[in-house]
Structure formats: structure tokens, C-alpha cells
């Protein structure tokens, strides 16, 4: 039986989360309704606050987007009184308005205990010492698992990202169990402590990533390079940042903070609500935070619900691994290809996750070209036995996608490393 940080939500029977959630959801929306920003919408739509009585009226609520966001930008959709608020943290975007997200004293300790969740549901403990290689400032994943890690009492060591010498010295010398960074940061630095022969030197038990898309394949790479068992956490700067849900020991999906943040699975297309394990966008609504009370946000991101019995003993509605975004989802040729998909033939035909691919749009044709890197082995074969892997890579994609692909296998760590959100996807058909 697992330990869990706020047993009382995270185990709570259902009706009676679903009382405090249509509680906290009416309060929410009155809080909200002083904005001029959801006044005005709400006003347009025909909805007033007191319609909204219950989970079941949320439908009634009209769709929010990241364009409203960046509409909004600065002050727009600050939910308190400035004297209230205590930290703004801001999305990586690099095109656009920026979207920043205010907290109140109150909104941070929150989202704090969601990422304490995380961290012991990943087993920690206060006698951790929890190794956080997220970025630190703007961005919530240093921030978070920090808060996070300070609630459940472990040593914090707030390394950020970068300097992987610095990174590993530490980790070494201050035996860090449990480290918490993007799953493609900690590939570089599985691979990097192995070419230092240092594996045997390393103390870590776990591993808490997210904040990028990975497979299930690159989880169990991962995890067999760096001896940890290897947790999903997903979240996003506009609704909190990392916490909003995280996966448990079962490690079949990640439970929603559902005390704080209504889930609702959409077709993009439609808008109209999909049931229980039908795949669609992720729709979040925030009931307890003040400061930035997102209402029916579109995440754009793409997942199932399930609401069954978890071994870990939590009632908390679970959302599967993210299988893309509505937004990052290639129209090749006609045929809607994730890169996830991509990313399994190549971990399944014995790569690890260092890859590009390039999308182009030659004499009105789409091309896809996928780059691999070889492993160290592979790269002193011949000529002959390479040609015939990348013959073996295209037909396993061709397999899996529909589509016929450029494979060619690229010379050990001629791909840049990343030590945040890794860049894998190049279309060149936007430009
Ligand atoms: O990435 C927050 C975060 C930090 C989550 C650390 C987990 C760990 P943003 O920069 O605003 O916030 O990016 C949010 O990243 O909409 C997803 O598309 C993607 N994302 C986040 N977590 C996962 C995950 C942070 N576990 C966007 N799997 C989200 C796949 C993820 N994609």
C-alpha cells in the first residue's frame, strides 16, 4: 500500500468529491464573473453565475483558449487585487504573446501539495534527496517539483537545467534518489553516466518526467539505463504548471488533481463532451485557485479519461500518457501522423529517442524525413548493413503510419541534446 500526501482528496469516495467539487466550481465561477474578461464572456454566452450549480452545468460554461490568453496579456485575467498576488510564471512560447499566470499565497501552496503528491506517490519520502533539473524562473517545472519536494520534506537540491558534469558530481557525491527533469534530459544524462562509467556510483530510485511527450518505450529505456523507476508527470504553466496530474506505482496513466481541477475530455472538432475512455482534448477548469481561475481551458493536448479502480488506492480520475496535440498532430499527405508513433518503431527497432524529423513540401508533395541517430555499435558496421536498417525502419513505419519515409541513420550524438523540452519535430511546409 502506497503512502499518499492528502489521503483525504486523493482517496476520497467518489460523491463526495463530486459534492466538493460542484461546491468549489460555483464558488470558482462567482469569483471569476468579477473579471471584466469572463463578465463579458459569460454575458455573450447567456450564462449568469448562478446557473452554474454543479459539476453537471459545466457544459453550460463557454470554451477558453490560449489566443484569449495572449488577448489578455498582462493584467487581463488577474482574478485579485495585484497586493494579492505573489508570482507570475509564464509559458516558453517563443512566437506571440507571451501568457502569464499569477498565484496568490494560497495558489501556490496548492499547487505545491499537487506536486508533493507526485513525489511520493513516486516514493518518496522526507529521507529523499530530490534532485530537481527542471528549469528554474519563468518556467514551472523548477519551481513546482521545488515547492513540491519542501512540502514532503526531502533534501531539495534545485539544480536547474544545464552544466551535466555539475549535474552528475552532485548527484553522486549527494547520493540524489530521485530526479525530476524531461524525459529526454534524463536520456542525455543516463548517457552521459554511463560514458563516465559512474552508473555504479549513483543512488537514484526514481525518476519524475514530464513537460515533453514520451513513449512507453523511452520510459523503459530510461528506466533500465538508470536502474529508477521512471513517473509521467503532466501539467501546464496556464492551469498551475507540473502537479495537475502524476502518476502513481501502477504507472498506467496519471490522476488528476481532480479537488482542483475539473477534467473534461472534448472533440476538437465539435467542442461536444466525450465519454469516459474516448480519446479527445483535455478541457481543464480550475475551482480552488484565485489568482488566474482558468474556466473550460483548451488544452489542445490529446488523451483518454478513465475513471476505474487503481491499485494505488486512489479515486482520483486518471488521464492517459498524452498521445499529441491537437496542434503538433502532421498532416502528411493527407494521413494525420503523431510523432509518438514515430518515436515507438524507432525505440523498438533498438534506437534510443535521438531523432529529427523533417516535414517539407517539395513540387506539392509532403516529405517526411526521419533522422536517427546510430548507436556506437552500429556505427562501425558497413555501408551495406546500414542501408538494409534503414530499409528495416521505413518498413516498420510504413506499417505503422500508412506513409513512406526517408530514414537515414545519422552519425552517435551528431543530434543536439536537450536539456529542457527537447526540438524533434522540423516543418518546414509553415515557413
Ligand atoms: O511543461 C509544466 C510541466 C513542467 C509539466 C514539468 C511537467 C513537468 P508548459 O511549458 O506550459 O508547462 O507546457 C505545457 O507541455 O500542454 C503538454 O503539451 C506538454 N506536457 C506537459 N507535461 C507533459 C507530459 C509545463 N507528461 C505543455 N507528457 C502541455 C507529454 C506534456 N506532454
Redesign the pocket.
Known amino acids: 500500500m502506497e503512502n499518499y500526501y492528502q489521503p483525504d482528496m486523493e482517496c476520497a469516495p467518489y460523491e463526495q468529491l463530486r459534492a466538493i467539487q460542484g461546491a468549489r466550481l460555483k464558488e470558482n465561477v462567482r469569483h471569476a464573473y468579477d473579471i471584466p474578461f469572463y463578465k463579458d464572456l459569460l454575458d455573450k454566452n447567456g450564462v449568469k453565475p448562478e446557473d452554474i450549480r454543479s459539476v453537471d452545468d459545466l457544459h453550460k460554461l463557454p470554451f477558453i483558449t490560449k489566443d484569449n490568453l495572449r488577448d489578455a496579456y498582462p493584467y487581463g485575467l488577474l482574478g485579485v487585487p495585484l497586493s494579492e498576488a505573489v508570482r507570475i510564471q509564464s ?3 517563443t512566437t506571440g504573446r507571451r ?1 502569464v499566470a499569477f498565484y496568490t499565497q494560497a495558489d501556490i501552496d496548492l499547487w505545491d501539495e499537487c506536486c508533493a503528491r507526485a513525489i511520493i506517490a513516486a516514493g518518496g519520502t522526507k529521507d529523499d534527496v530530490v534532485h530537481v533539473s ?1 528549469g528554474y524562473g519563468l ?4 519551481p ?2 521545488n515547492g513540491g519536494s519542501h512540502k514532503v520534506g526531502s533534501l531539495t537540491l534545485p539544480m536547474s537545467s544545464g552544466n551535466t558534469a555539475r549535474q552528475i558530481q552532485f548527484m553522486t557525491d549527494l547520493r540524489s534518489t530521485i530526479l ?1 527533469c ?2 529526454s534530459y534524463a536520456a542525455y544524462l543516463a548517457e552521459s553516466i554511463h560514458e563516465a562509467g559512474l552508473i555504479d556510483q549513483i543512488a537514484l530510485k526514481a525518476g ?7 513513449s512507453e518505450e523511452m520510459r523503459r529505456d530510461i528506466e533500465s539505463k538508470l536502474r529508477i523507476k521512471a513517473y ?7 492551469i498551475s ?5 502524476f502518476e502513481c506505482s501502477e504507472q498506467t496513466g ?1 490522476h488528476i488533481n481532480e479537488d482542483h481541477f475539473l477534467s473534461e475530455i472534448i472533440d476538437p472538432q465539435t467542442g461536444r463532451q466525450l465519454p469516459y475512455g474516448e480519446k479527445g482534448e483535455l478541457v481543464l477548469t480550475c475551482i480552488s485557485k484565485k489568482a488566474f481561475p482558468l474556466l473550460r481551458y483548451r ?3 490529446i488523451c483518454v479519461l478513465t475513471r476505474n479502480k487503481c491499485s494505488c488506492g486512489r479515486t482520483l480520475v486518471k488521464m492517459s ?2 498521445m499529441g ?1 491537437t496542434d ?1 498532430m502532421l498532416i502528411i499527405r493527407g494521413v494525420n501522423v503523431f510523432p509518438s508513433q514515430i518515436e515507438t518503431v524507432i525505440i523498438n527497432c533498438g534506437f534510443e529517442a535521438n531523432y529529427q524529423i523533417i516535414v517539407d513540401r517539395v513540387n506539392y508533395t509532403d516529405s517526411l524525413d526521419v533522422h536517427i541517430e546510430m548507436t556506437p555499435d552500429m556505427f562501425s558496421d558497413e555501408v551495406r548493413d546500414i542501408e538494409k536498417t534503414e530499409k528495416e525502419v521505413v518498413d516498420k513505419l510504413r506499417s505503422m503510419l500508412g506513409l513512406t519515409a526517408k530514414v537515414t541513420l545519422v552519425a552517435p550524438k551528431s543530434i543536439t541534446r536537450s536539456e529542457g ?1 527537447a526540438v524533434r519535430i522540423i516543418d518546414k511546409r509553415k515557413i
Not at 509521467?232 to 496556464?238: R, S, W
Not at 504548471?241 to 496530474?245: A, D, F, Q, R, T
Open positions: 509559458t516558453s512560447g501568457v527542471y518556467f514551472t517545472g523548477g513546482g517539483l525530476c524531461t524525459p519524475i518526467f514530464g513537460a515533453e511527450a514520451w509521467d508527470i503532466y501539467g501546464l504553466t496556464e504548471g507540473p502537479g495537475v496530474s496519471m488544452t489542445r493536448d500518457r498524452l496535440r503538433d523540452k
